[in-house]
């Protein structure tokens, strides 16, 4: 005599979705994961374009202006402070390792104790500074231009100050020189973080969860 079939406790119904939950849930971390290395490359990829383009030099130091102050800014406003810094730590990373990415297509570790060191040094500092400040003190405000731009100010003036200082220890420069010799990137780069902010307004207003994990 044949046996009926027993119909699945509601018990072991319930249990049957939950074992696929796992793996979606890990995919998701990997997803998320891949996703933010892609970013972390591609703008320390932009960051050594932008150092390359222009290379004019100006003021008594012979600093070249360059766009690399708005690939490192847009790096923090865009990705967020985590993201934002190793972005600019890796393009500083690859310029020391001998890749020819720095400004004037230098590289190695003599460039971080030369004239430019105090810049390069809190570059990465700056694009986590105004990622911090765009994601926490912007908040929902972060698609308006003139917030981003206030939040990376801040930033602006840390490497400015930093670069000043770079220049009177290595270069054994007064203060009052260093800070004329810095005083003409000023009006340059300042255009550079409004470029900056206009760029990343418009981006968040597209992505509004982008700064959601980093």
Same mark, same amino acid.
């Given at each position: 005599?044949?046996?009926?079939?027993? =119909?699945?406790?509601?018990? !072991?119904?319930?249990?049957?979705?939950?074992?696929? %939950?796992? @793996?979606?849930?890990?995919?998701?971390?990997?997803?998320?994961?891949?996703?933010?290395?892609?970013?972390?490359?591609? +703008?320390?990829?932009?960051?050594?374009?932008? =150092? &390359?383009?222009?290379?004019?030099?100006?003021?008594?130091?012979?600093?070249?202006?360059?766009? /690399? #102050?708005?690939? &490192?800014?847009?790096?923090? !406003? %865009?990705?967020?402070?985590?993201?934002?810094?190793?972005?600019?730590?890796?393009?500083?990373?690859?310029?020391?390792?001998?890749?020819?990415?720095? *400004?004037?297509?230098?590289?190695?570790?003599?460039?971080?104790?030369?004239? #430019? *060191?105090?810049?390069?040094?809190? +570059?990465?500092?700056?694009?986590?500074?105004?990622?911090?400040?765009?994601?926490?003190?912007?908040? @929902?405000?972060? #698609?308006?231009?003139?917030? %981003? +731009?206030?939040?990376? !100010?801040?930033?602006? &003036?840390?490497?400015?100050? =930093?670069?000043?200082?770079?220049?009177?220890?290595?270069?054994?420069?007064?203060?009052?020189?260093?800070?004329?010799?810095?005083? @003409?990137?000023?009006?340059?780069?300042?255009?550079?973080?409004?470029?900056?902010?206009? !760029?990343?307004?418009?981006?968040?207003? *597209? +992505?509004? /969860?982008?700064?959601?994990?980093?």
């Amino acid at each position: 005599m044949p046996m009926a079939e027993t =119909a699945p406790t509601p018990e !072991v119904a319930a249990e049957a979705p939950a074992a696929t %939950v796992a @793996p979606s849930g890990a995919a998701r971390v990997r997803r998320s994961s891949t996703t933010d290395l892609a970013l972390v490359a591609a +703008f320390a990829a932009l960051v050594a374009a932008c =150092a &390359v383009v222009g290379g004019v030099p100006v003021g008594g130091a012979g600093v070249p202006i360059t766009l /690399q #102050t708005l690939a &490192v800014i847009l790096a923090g !406003v %865009v990705l967020g402070p985590v993201r934002g810094f190793l972005a600019v730590a890796l393009y500083l990373a690859l310029g020391a390792a001998g890749l020819p990415v720095l *400004a004037d297509h230098t590289s190695g570790l003599g460039v971080f104790t030369g004239m #430019t *060191a105090g810049y390069l040094w809190t +570059f990465p500092l700056a694009a986590g500074l105004a990622g911090l400040l765009v994601r926490y003190a912007a908040g @929902p405000r972060r #698609t308006s231009a003139l917030v %981003v +731009f206030l939040c990376a !100010v801040p930033a602006m &003036v840390l490497n400015h100050l =930093a670069g000043v200082a770079g220049m009177k220890l290595n270069a054994h420069l007064g203060w009052s020189t260093a800070f004329a010799y810095d005083a @003409p990137f000023w009006l340059g780069d300042t255009v550079k973080i409004l470029v900056a902010a206009l !760029v990343a307004a418009e981006v968040h207003r *597209a +992505f509004p /969860q982008l700064l959601r994990r980093r």
